[in-house]
């Protein structure tokens, strides 16, 4: 059984930074291409970062590049997903997801693309 637990969403303040976690169990996990989308009510769920099998290629929508870094452990089977410089409109619900088939260098952005979700974890910002 595949099971993706988000963990280390809360309430911070505007400027601070978060790390999320994604600890992954059931699935091979150096094989499987990982990202990081978020959703806020009523409105679709975003694509925000995704990395490679590999690691070596990751990908960011441009609202976050430079603030959120997107990593693995392999040895750990976790996803990280590093927020600085939060933003109030970075609140939203953040999941992580799963691409069990995938090439060593590629990264996913859409939803459709991968086979495993996470429940998510919240992420308020203050200002």
């Known amino acids: 059984q595949v099971q993706l637990v988000e963990s280390g969403g809360g309430l911070v303040q505007a400027g601070d930074s978060l790390r999320l976690s994604c600890a992954t169990s059931?699935?091979?996990?150096?094989?499987?291409?990982m990202g990081w989308f978020r959703q806020v009510p009523e409105q679709e769920r975003e694509f925000l970062a995704g990395?490679?099998?590999?690691?070596?290629?990751?990908a960011y929508v441009d609202s976050v590049k430079g603030r959120f870094t997107i990593s693995r452990d392999n040895a750990k089977n976790t996803m990280y997903l590093q927020m600085n410089s939060v933003k109030v409109e970075d609140t939203a619900v953040y999941y992580c997801?799963?691409?069990?088939?995938?090439?060593?260098?590629?990264?996913?952005?859409?939803?459709?693309?991968?086979?495993?979700w996470g429940l998510g974890t919240q992420v308020t910002v203050s200002s």
């Open positions: 990395i490679a099998r590999s690691a070596d290629s990751t």
């Open positions: 059931g699935l091979n996990f150096r094989m499987a291409a």
């Open positions: 997801a799963a691409r069990t088939t995938a090439s060593s260098e590629a990264v996913y952005k859409q939803n459709f693309s991968y086979d495993y």
